[in-house]
């Protein structure tokens, strides 16, 4: 079966300091997606990458990077420099492309991490 | 605008009363969800439609039921709720489902129900 871990329930840094979302997945499955979404406090989901799982290559947008480990099962998401408004509840999740029957299913979700960006 | 739209909102009943939450797609999206999420456990499937007509359990289905009569709309129903169902629920839809293209889920803007 498949699962996520996001082992830091909360975390609180300082204005533009830098922090990272630890993320770490089990499947049996050899494709798969995985997925950062940010739920602000407003609470709509919001989708910021998804990733399969043939493709290892480190991604970068503005102060965002996440960082795919298949060696560890590990999709980590790196915050730069961070502001007051990356203050949001952040999600990792799976999905694995096929399941027996040949259907896609839906996505697996961490519990997530609250993260609290202090002025 | 491409969109999931959910209503209502907010919702406050009571027990044993029967309730009807809407989920409509503009995207003619194949793919539509139903996830809630508690505090502490994350986001979790109730239901899946990979078509209209075709509707699957997920995760937690048990004392929830799901139509998919068009393509459009996959209406969350409680035909007696309970308050253990007090949560935020999520409607969300893809074109596929299958994860053969580059869309990820889109969700609505989330329902907020307290039974009482």
């Known amino acids: 079966a498949q699962k996520v871990t996001q082992a830091q329930t909360e975390i609180s840094v300082v204005e533009k300091e830098d922090v990272t979302l630890d993320c770490v997945y089990e499947?049996?499955?050899?494709?798969?997606?995985l997925f950062w979404y940010k739920q602000p406090p407003s609470g709509e989901l919001v989708f910021l990458i998804r990733?399969?799982?043939?493709?290892?290559q480190n991604e970068i947008s503005g102060r965002y990077s996440w960082n795919f480990q298949k060696s560890t099962s590990s999709f980590n998401f790196t915050i730069t420099a961070s502001q007051v408004v990356d203050s949001a509840v952040y999600f990792c999740?799976?999905?694995?492309?096929?399941?027996?029957?040949?259907?896609?299913?839906?996505?697996?979700f961490g519990k997530g991490t609250h993260l609290i960006i202090q002025p | 605008e491409a969109q999931v739209t959910q209503n209502p909102r907010y919702l406050i009943t009571v027990t044993g009363k029967k309730l009807t939450v809407t989920c409509s797609q503009n995207?003619?999206?194949?793919?539509m969800s139903w996830y809630r999420q508690d505090p502490g456990l994350g986001l979790r499937q109730i239901y899946y439609?990979?078509?209209?007509?075709?509707?699957d359990k997920g995760d937690v289905p048990e004392g929830y039921k799901v139509s998919r009569k068009e393509k459009r709309n996959f209406p969350l129903i409680l035909e007696s709720p309970s308050p253990n169902q007090t949560s935020l629920y999520f409607c969300?839809?893809?074109?596929?489902?299958?994860?053969?293209?580059?869309?990820?889920?889109?969700f609505g803007n989330g329902t907020r129900l307290t039974v009482t």
């Open positions: 439609s990979m078509n209209v007509e075709v509707t």
């Open positions: 999740a799976l999905s694995e492309a096929m399941r027996s029957g040949g259907g896609a299913d839906g996505l697996t």
């Open positions: 499947t049996r499955d050899t494709t798969y997606y």
């Open positions: 995207m003619n999206h194949e793919y």
């Open positions: 990733r399969n799982s043939f493709d290892e």
């Open positions: 969300a839809s893809s074109p596929t489902g299958g994860w053969t293209d580059n869309s990820p889920l889109h």
